[in-house]
């Protein structure tokens, strides 16, 4: 699975758009962006994920870039709530030993502030 | 409807105590997953169930041992256990194999 970096912490002001990027420059044609969020103490929780069109859910968008080199996920109205660590992967659909390894990095920190 | 259930949530051991850790999910999913992790180190996969009646090894899987029970539980023990082993563990579990994953809360292990 290819190799992300994120920025370790951002803040953003409660109800504006939270922008949070990633950079996966050595992601490979088959591997996708999945977004996850960890609420302190919680378990990780599964955003959206894509593999080169833009995705919007209930929670969130996901631009990715015309070379798949970087991507950013959009939180349109930021809250509270959304206080979170932020982590981004890239991993293979297909069946491979590589994508048995999905490993999280240290993530970004988000910080809504009231 | 639970999703994943992972007890207990706290548990302290002497070194050398064994235990095992439950992990259970009601989403009829195929694919199960054990994580621990550890302060500024992310979630390093420890072992995983692909389907019901395989285990195969992650990424850190020395001192640790699987069992999946069924296609519900997939329970991860410690025949042994060292204060490295202290950490939070998470169990997740997924529709098939490369699809996203369900966390549980985790279970919060301190070896002394």
């Known amino acids: 699975d290819a190799k992300t970096t994120q920025p370790p912490s951002m803040d953003c002001a409660e109800g504006r758009a939270a922008n949070l990027p990633c950079n996966h420059s050595t992601i490979s044609g088959n591997e996708y962006v999945y977004w996850y969020r960890q609420i302190h103490s919680q378990g990780p929780q599964y955003i959206i994920h894509?593999?080169?069109n833009n995705e919007t859910n209930e929670m969130a968008s996901l631009i990715i870039t015309e070379d798949r080199k970087s991507s950013t996920l959009i939180l349109p109205h930021a809250t509270l709530r959304d206080t979170a660590v932020y982590y981004c992967i890239v991993r293979a659909q297909t069946f491979s030993g590589s994508a048995r390894q999905l490993t999280f990095g240290s993530g970004t920190q988000l910080t809504v502030l009231p | 409807n639970a999703g994943v259930t992972q007890t207990p949530k706290f548990q302290v051991l002497k070194t050398g105590q064994s235990m095992t850790l439950q992990c259970a999910q009601d989403m009829n999913h195929n694919s199960m997953y054990w994580y621990r992790q550890d302060p500024g180190m992310g979630l390093r996969l420890i072992y995983y169930s692909a389907s019901e009646g395989t285990t195969d090894k992650g990424e850190v899987p020395n001192g640790y041992n699987v069992s999946r029970l069924n296609k519900r539980e997939f329970s991860l023990r410690l025949e042994s256990a060292a204060p490295s082993q202290t950490s939070v563990y998470f169990c997740a579990s997924a529709r098939v194999e490369n699809s996203p994953l369900h966390f549980g809360n985790g279970t919060r292990l301190t070896v002394t």
């Open positions: 894509g593999l080169k």
